[in-house]
């Protein structure tokens, strides 16, 4: 397998990233970390993506790990930008956890996964509190509190209930995507929504559960 440094490029903006490419690949994929990750946490699931046979791009969004630029509103711009750079190569599919799930879930990907995706427009109080005290120190910023104007500004996810976008999230999750996850699950006939048993909001990425779920929701995306 080649693992390589690359800087994507495209509309103004510049996106590091780490591909994983196995000697065959039948499709691509895209990791997206959540708010205050970075593509070097992404890549145990990265690699296990790779395994399974797909040009793996482990990316940093604006604002996050090696991206020099400021957070805002307008991360999908980077993720369009790499998904529009992967589609030379075959079909695509965006694997994001937290926030990056829900910019995973409205992209122009072929298909999404999205992990405990932020699909909320607002949170309650403490879980905003807990969010800026344990993760805004690793963001590059211009202002304290900016998350609650970006989650509030980026598009909402409607749900279709179709076979392109999946959703994973834990049984211990928080409590707002639990609930939210927990309404779809209800009503989808077409669409695989996975609750991963004891699984936390900042562990499910690094659970073999979640891996062969996404795993077998690849397979099915790309059978």
Do not use: W
């Not at 994507?8 to 780490?18: H, Q, T």
């Amino acid at each position: 397998m080649d693992i390589r440094r690359q800087i994507i490029k495209g509309d103004g903006v510049e996106i590091p990233s780490i591909v994983l490419t196995p000697d065959d690949f039948k499709g691509v994929a895209i990791i997206v970390p959540g708010y205050g990750g970075s593509k070097d946490e992404e890549l145990g699931l990265a690699y296990r993506v790779a395994e399974a046979g797909f040009k793996t791009f482990a990316i940093d969004f604006r604002g996050h790990g090696e991206n020099g630029s400021h957070f805002d509103e307008n991360i999908i711009l980077d993720l369009e930008v790499v998904i529009n750079h992967c589609k030379g190569f075959g079909k695509v599919v965006v694997i994001g956890h937290s926030l990056g799930g829900r910019i995973a879930l409205i992209s122009s990907s072929d298909y999404a996964i999205g992990i405990s995706p932020a699909l909320n427009t607002s949170f309650s109080e403490s879980t905003m509190n807990l969010l800026i005290t344990a993760r805004e120190y690793r963001v590059n910023q211009k202002y304290k509190g900016i998350i609650k104007k970006v989650i509030k500004e980026i598009p909402v996810f409607e749900f279709k209930d179709d076979d392109k976008r999946a959703i994973i999230y834990g049984s211990r999750d928080i409590p707002e995507i639990i609930s939210v996850c927990k309404n779809y699950k209800e009503t989808a006939k077409n669409s695989s929504i996975v609750e991963i048993y004891n699984a936390l909001h900042n562990d499910i990425c690094t659970l073999e559960d979640t891996f062969k779920n996404i795993i077998k929701q690849l397979g099915r995306f790309f059978e």
